[in-house]
């Protein structure tokens, strides 16, 4: 696959991608190589990884604790001292190996080390290859609450290897899944079509155009000022959801791309009552939608909940909650301003 050039970096694919990185390192003359990882990644992925890496600089593996509950500061404290013992300093690398955790929580960290050190993601999770580790986001969550601390910094590269999407499970697979979707109905419906009509789908073929479009979007406005909020499509109303279940004792967490999915279904329906999106386009998407994902059933005595998460979400301004809505496939309306009792009709019309 074609490597593609961002703003200020460039995503690799493939075997080339590790040629370019050893060039990378023998080039920039770096101190140490520290590889971020968590328990998975470490027994799937850096077997893989490793022999690929070609340098003989010193290199330190800092692995952390799996999943969501851990990408908080207090995950960032214990990296940071682990690499202030082991004496990194300002030329120090950091390589990221992991699913989306991983890549933002270790961006973030490079990030604000020592006021910034260089640091490459290599996605291991399709969620992570077509959405977290592109678009110089980096950030941690506050409590349960998604991607509350953060800035934007740029990785000197990214690499995409389809190869470790064989290490994980076919329910993350699904999860990634909702980012393309999201990108067919909002920029560029031919992959929502590739998605829809074809029960079995070579997901790799997908996930070189959905950089593609991220980055042609993040090109355009990088700092999310508007053409990059439709990026958020799905995602106002599905992290209130993922946050809600993450943090209640009693329910199973989600996945990103399951509780994005359901957001997608719930604001197309807004859509369809506030600025005329079809409504034989909103059914569609919920039938894809159900077609890949369990129905997730929604209480009414969690709306209320559901609700009070909305209200901490990072795009709001002036304590108004704005939605990315549709007029139809690939046209969009930013900061749109919807009443509470249609966010939650359209829980509701997910339940139906």
């Not at 600089?57 to 682990?82: A, F, P, Q, Y």
Request: hydrophobic share 40%; proline share 2%.
């Amino acid at each position: 696959m074609k490597s593609i050039k961002a703003v200020t970096y460039p995503v690799h694919f493939q075997d080339k991608a590790y040629k370019e990185l050893s060039n990378l390192i023998a080039t920039n003359n770096y101190s140490t190589l520290f590889i971020l990882v968590d328990e998975n990644t470490m027994e799937h992925c850096y077997p893989k990884f490793i022999p690929n890496l070609e340098t003989d600089k010193r290199i330190e593996v800092i692995e952390i604790e799996s999943g969501e509950i851990n990408k908080n500061l207090e995950t960032c404290v214990g990296v940071w001292n682990v690499i202030t013992e082991l004496g990194g300093d300002r030329k120090s690398l950091i390589i990221t190996l992991g699913g989306g955790v991983i890549t933002d929580l270790g961006g973030f960290v490079a990030s604000c080390f020592k006021r910034g050190i260089d640091f490459v993601n290599i996605p291991t999770t399709l969620l992570s290859m077509v959405d977290a580790s592109v678009g110089g986001k980096t950030g941690v969550d506050l409590g349960v609450l998604k991607n509350q601390i953060g800035l934007f910094a740029n990785p000197e590269m990214v690499i995409v290897d389809t190869d470790y999407l064989t290490t994980v499970t076919d329910r993350e697979i699904k999860s990634g899944t909702a980012e393309i979707l999201k990108y067919g109905i909002t920029y560029d419906l031919k992959l929502f079509n590739e998605i829809k009509d074809n029960k079995k789908l070579v997901i790799s073929d997908l996930i070189h155009r959905s950089i593609e479009i991220k980055n042609e979007v993040v090109l355009q406005d990088p700092k999310e000022q508007s053409l990059r909020k439709i990026l958020n499509f799905g995602h106002t109303l599905g992290h209130a959801i993922e946050s809600f279940y993450l943090e209640s004792e009693d329910k199973e967490n989600l996945t990103h791309g399951e509780a994005i999915a359901i957001g997608m279904v719930c604001e197309c329906f807004m859509s369809s009552k506030l600025i005329g999106f079809p409504t034989e386009k909103v059914n569609e998407v919920k039938d894809v939608v159900l077609s890949i994902y369990n129905k997730t059933n929604l209480l009414k005595e969690d709306f209320s909940a559901i609700m009070e998460m909305l209200k901490h979400d990072k795009k709001n301004v002036n304590g108004q909650v704005n939605f990315v809505l549709l007029n139809d496939y690939q046209d969009y309306k930013i900061d749109c301003k919807v009443p509470e009792e249609l966010i939650v009709e359209s829980m509701e019309f997910y339940n139906l």
